[in-house]
């Protein structure tokens, strides 16, 4: 009963990456840059200071563009890059651990 019941806790976690059980936000997001044809676009999902969290990249490679950095409930947490060289996180290449790439799929 003890495995039966651990087993049934385990399929009900949702899957990184599916998107029926990504936030709102997120696949709002998303959906703009498949309208838009963003083919530069790329959003991952790590795990960093206890939480899944969302690394949006409106331009992935394009030179002083932004990757935003986002809580589940859509709150920014983090900056990378820009002009400025920004690194809002300076811990988050040390201390996140990449879970996996949503958008494009892989």
Known sequence: ML????????????????????????TEKISGFKESGND??????????????????????????????YAANGNMLCEFGGLAGRNS???????AKLLRQIWPAQ
């Not at 495995?3 to 997120?26: E, H, I, R, T, Y």
């Not at 790329?42 to 490679?61: D, F, I, N, S």
Request: with cysteine; charged share 20%.
């Open 3 to 26: 495995l039966v019941g651990m087993l049934s806790c385990k399929a009900q976690q949702p899957a990184v990456g599916d998107s029926d059980n990504l936030p709102q936000w997120l």
């Open 40 to 69: 530069r676009a790329r959003v991952q999902a790590y795990r960093y200071q206890g939480a899944t969290v969302y690394m949006v990249e409106e331009c992935h490679g394009c030179p002083d563009a932004m990757a935003v950095v």
């Open 89 to 95: 996180c300076p811990d988050f290449d040390r201390e």
